[in-house]
């Protein structure tokens, strides 16, 4: 199983990216799976971002609540993510990540997600 990432670059402040998570071998962006997003900033630890469950319920954090949306495209197998209205502090490297077996309780922990995609950098100039 393999998550490609995508979607990362350079965009001033209050503009839009979407990112996309592709999946090849078994279909980890299936509504088999909950798939995550990520992001980990330089010194920082990595942190949720936001997630879609199985059954297309979504999950934010409170730092991007009302600005990014997750979807999925299971005929493509692929996740993305809008984001909208960036800010600095949004610059990171953000990652996709799928597990087919987690409790929905645990969505916001990435110690749970069995697949990792590689990462795509974000960048929000002020």
């Known amino acids: 199983v393999q998550l490609q990432a995508s979607g990362g670059g350079l965009v001033q402040a209050g503009g839009s990216l979407r990112l996309s998570c592709a999946a090849s071998?078994?279909?980890?962006?299936?509504?088999?799976?909950?798939v995550g997003w990520f992001r980990q900033a330089p010194g920082k630890d990595r942190e949720f971002v936001a997630a879609i469950w199985r059954n297309g319920d979504s999950y934010y954090a409170d730092s991007v609540k009302g600005r990014f949306a997750i979807s999925r495209n299971n005929a493509k197998n692929t996740v993305y993510l809008q984001m909208n209205s960036l800010k600095p502090e949004d610059t990171a490297i953000y990652y996709c990540a799928a597990d087919s077996s987690m409790i929905v309780s645990a969505i916001r922990h990435n110690e749970n997600y069995d697949y990792w995609g590689q990462g795509t950098l974000v960048t929000v100039s002020s």
């Open positions: 071998g078994r279909t980890p962006t299936s509504s088999a799976y909950a």
